[in-house]
T-cell receptor, first 112, second 113 residues
């Protein structure tokens, strides 16, 4: 079946630190992969996505590379800001078009 | 700008009440989804719909029903609210041609007393 496993939080960092949030997946075929972000009091919004192996998604300084050999899609940012404090969700689109499978989310807190 | 709106941000109901949560999207999306979000459990899919009058069960449909009479509107119904349905409810929509980027509403925080 389809599933996503992401590192448990919370993750606490100082401003300008390097961020990695690990995400691995199980799926049949070649799913599209996503990172969503949820700021306090809001719904989820798409951060970045990748649709095939070796694709790199990027947005707002965040990056993630679709690694088929390790079934991973780790989120990275070189220098986090206080405004990056949020919950981050990794997701995959399974064989049923349109349906997403989400990880449990990772809470990130960045201190000044 | 894409827009998914939910009828209420906060809702307080009594056990046994019938509860309606409404979601409207203005992007002409075919697909619409209802999730609940609970701490430590992430997002769990309740129901989704690929078209008007069509519905599919997600992972946790028990205690819920849905209605999609118009393309832009997808309603979640709690037939008889219970305390274990206290949660954050999120609606989302997407086009039916992949990849399936979903657009989310702001959520409704429901408290059942």
């Amino acid at each position: 079946g389809n599933s996503v496993t992401q590192m448990e939080g919370p993750v606490t960092l100082s401003e300008e630190a390097f961020l990695t949030i690990n995400c691995t997946y199980t799926a049949t075929g070649y799913p599209s992969l996503f990172w969503y972000v949820q700021y306090p009091g809001e719904g989820l919004q798409l951060l970045l996505k990748a649709t095939k192996a070796d694709d790199k998604g990027s947005n707002k300084g965040f990056e993630a590379t679709y690694r088929k050999e390790t079934t991973s899609f780790h989120l990275e940012k070189g220098s986090v800001q206080v405004s990056d404090s949020a919950v981050y969700f990794c997701a995959l689109e399974g064989s049923t078009l349109g349906r997403l499978y989400f990880g449990r989310g990772t809470q990130l807190t960045v201190w000044p | 700008d894409v827009k998914v709106t939910q009828s209420s941000r906060y809702l307080v109901k009594r056990t046994g009440e019938k509860v309606f949560l409404e979601c409207v999207q203005d992007m002409d999306h075919e697909n619409m989804f209802w999730y609940r979000q609970d701490p430590g459990l992430g997002l769990r899919l309740i129901y989704f719909s690929y078209d008007v009058k069509m519905k599919e069960k997600g992972d946790i449909p028990e205690g819920y029903s849905v209605s999609r009479e118009k393309k832009e509107r997808f309603s979640l119904i709690l037939e008889s609210a219970s305390t274990n349905q206290t949660s954050m409810y999120l609606c989302a929509s997407s086009f039916n041609k992949g990849p399936g980027t979903q657009y989310f509403g702001p959520g409704t925080r429901l408290l059942v007393l």
